[in-house]
């Protein structure tokens, strides 16, 4: 076993460059919720700590490169709500300044008129404001003007480089029928019908679809002046794609003239097994579209480079396998062709993500998860990859939105957090990978608690490879005490624990309650290279349940650990289920949080079906063939559809899966759980949690729900 060790505190935060903020400005809404004051007189964080810091998104840097505009969201516990405001900071991290203090949250705001103006969006329209004083200590918005009256709303937008056109994000009625339908004095019904799959996503009923517009960007915007990207089209798409994609997965040309867009063209059942998104490229002039002629699975993130000649976008080889390697493709594009396409993260074991360009169109900087930690990457033409930020930095980089140059040192302006602490904004040399923290958000409360210590384990797995697992101590740590420990089981299953900091699942808040917290990054994992993430496919039962045992054995063996409990949700929720059934009595208790218990009933009744498809024993690409009804007759296709991964597939992998389903294990649970679920998740329907409380209260086994 392997260990690292690293202590938190104020010089992880560099507390020297903390400077006091300006927060006067020339009008304060008796809504506005601001900064929080708290005090902790003992050191510990609590869940009212962790809800009191602000969060700060979406960095933009001035035209002139000295000014950096960003947001911050802080909450409101008596409310329960919060406001998001905007902020301003000098480039080099100098002089941070608040620029409204509104009562309704400002989001997608955006230097327009060379920095002389800022465009933004509040309660669902476009605004422009002009800026006033950014250089002194009391900067403003003023001549505040209204350009969008869409009834429908507007959540995202991008400007055309020239600043002549608006593309922009609202929504149309879907093929989901409801009450108002038919009569809409019915329209406080809740009442939905469908013909098709994917009536529902996520966490909500798709009675609406989001699609993007093009306008001109001035005064008067609304739905009878502006072009539907699709409107061609003679079926009913998402642009952007549901649930989480946006604006970034829209680009302008930088002269203006094209629009790359990424868009699944599929409906119903084709869009709920495949993941076939592809990249178009629409003709602002004419609505003329052309496809990068890719297909297999996801293609996103479209990015023209700065000289027009080439695009950028991020590209999965099979349809139907959400956790393929993420690769960095580009193409060449001349007279409204696309020719060259080649992958440029070939020889790269990572998974690609969040691409820039360098203003010479000749590199891209990206960030990746490799082996537990989000770094930053350049990857030039010809495929050589450089990482930029040090492997050793226990931080989770995203991807610059700024490149500028110092003197003859070229920075990147990026965001950064830890386990530690939330984001905020950081410099990069790209000579060396020197960090440098820009902004100190929650310095006056993050400086209020009690330190602690984090630790990176290597733990044998039963197969004996390494793994990398994160264990955080409780503050004033004591080797001769005795403390309770929790291993933490990741949902996904494909995802990582790096150094992300979460206001769902945050570990240090755990820590600080007095538990020493175990995070291994067991099979499925994504930042370890792509056969330790694909072993879980097929294998949910297998060996990375295994890897949570040895996790599990390792930290039991320690003289301070007394009793410990496994606790996850969603995959991670199924994980503890499973481990209920099998770990004997290395665990005390467990929790699990909206978690699969029924695979079976949880591929009927779930949404994005090309995920259960494959990784319940499918691990095969899309399939389809319109027209048939029932079975083809080779124990995998049925409705024309393959699916080698459902309860009714004759693959011996599936046939595996379902059997070894949490709930054909219910008879030697015998350990205290706690089944929580929310009534909104719709990948795993709440159903799944009262199961499983049901079940362990008829296994007699001390149950909460």
Known sequence: MKRHIRASGLTALTLSALTTMNCTTEKVDAAYIGPSQIEIQDGKMTPEVLLSLGRLSDPQLSPDGKTILYGVSYTSIEENRSCRNLFIVNADGTSPRQLT??????????????????????????????????????????????????????????????????????????????????????????????????YRHWDHWVTELPHTFVADFKEGIRPENSTDILAAEKELYELPIEPHGGMSELDWSPDGKFIAYSCKKK???????????????????????????????????????????????????????????????TADFAEKKISNIRDLTADFKYNAAGPVWTADSKSIYFNALAEGLQGIFRVNADGSITRITK????????????????????????????MDFPTELVKVAVADGKSEQITHENEHILSQLAEHKTEARMVKTVDGKDMLTWVLYPPQFDSTKTYPGIVIC?????????????????????????????????????????EWCEQIS????????????????????????????????????????????IHGNTFDCFIAHAGIFDEKYMYYETEEMWFANWDNG?????????GQTGPAGD???????????????????????????????????????????????????????MAAFNTAQMMGVPSKL
């Open 267 to 329: 409906t119903g059942k084709q869009y709920a097994f495949s993941t076939n998104t592809e990249i178009y490229i629409y003709n602002v002039a004419d609505g003329s579209c052309t496809v990068i002629p890719m297909g297999g699975g996801y293609d996103t993130a479209p990015l023209w480079s700065p000289d027009g000649t080439k695009i950028a976008w991020l590209s999965m080889a099979r349809d139907g396998y959400e956790a393929d390697k993420t690769r960095l493709m």
């Open 101 to 198: 203090k509104d009562g309704k949250s400002i989001s997608c705001a955006r230097w327009i008129d060379g920095g002389k103006a800022i465009a933004y969006i509040q309660g669902g329209q476009i605004w422009k404001a002009t800026t006033r004083g950014l250089s002194g200590d009391n900067p403003k918005l003023v001549k505040r003007t209204k350009l969008s009256d869409v009834p429908n709303g507007v959540g995202e937008f991008k400007i055309s480089p020239d600043e002549t056109k608006i593309m922009y994000v609202s929504y149309i009625h879907s093929d989901v029928k409801t009450p108002k339908d038919t009569d809409p004095k019915l329209d406080k019904a809740r009442a939905y019908v469908a013909e098709d799959l994917m």
């Open 391 to 418: 492997e050793n930095a226990w931080y989770d980089y995203d991807s610059p939105f700024a490149i500028v140059q110092n003197g003859e040192e070229t920075q990147l302006l990026a965001s950064w957090c830890s």
């Open 490 to 530: 990741l949902g996904g299953p494909q995802g990582t624990l790096s150094q992300s900091w979460s206001y769902r699942w945050n570990y240090r808040l755990m820590s600080a309650q007095g538990y020493v917290v175990a995070l291994p990054n067991r099979r499925g994992t994504t930042a370890f290279g792509q």
């Open 538 to 581: 097929g294998d949910y039962s297998g060996l990375n349940l295994q890897d949570y045992l040895s996790a599990a054995n390792e930290l039991r063996s320690e003289p301070y650990i007394g009793k410990l409990a496994a606790c996850g949700a969603s995959y991670g929720g199924y994980s503890v289920y499973m481990l209920a059934g």
């Open 635 to 689: 124990g995998e296709t049925f409705g024309g559809i393959r699916q080698g991964g459902s309860p009714w597939s004759t693959n011996p992998r599936a046939v595996r899966h379902y059997a070894n389903s949490p709930a054909n294990n219910v008879t030697k649970w015998h350990t205290p759980i706690l089944c929580i679920h929310g009534c909104m998740d719709f990948r795993i329907p709440y159903d799944q949690g």
């Open 618 to 626: 499918g691990l095969e690409e899309y399939s389809y063939t319109p």
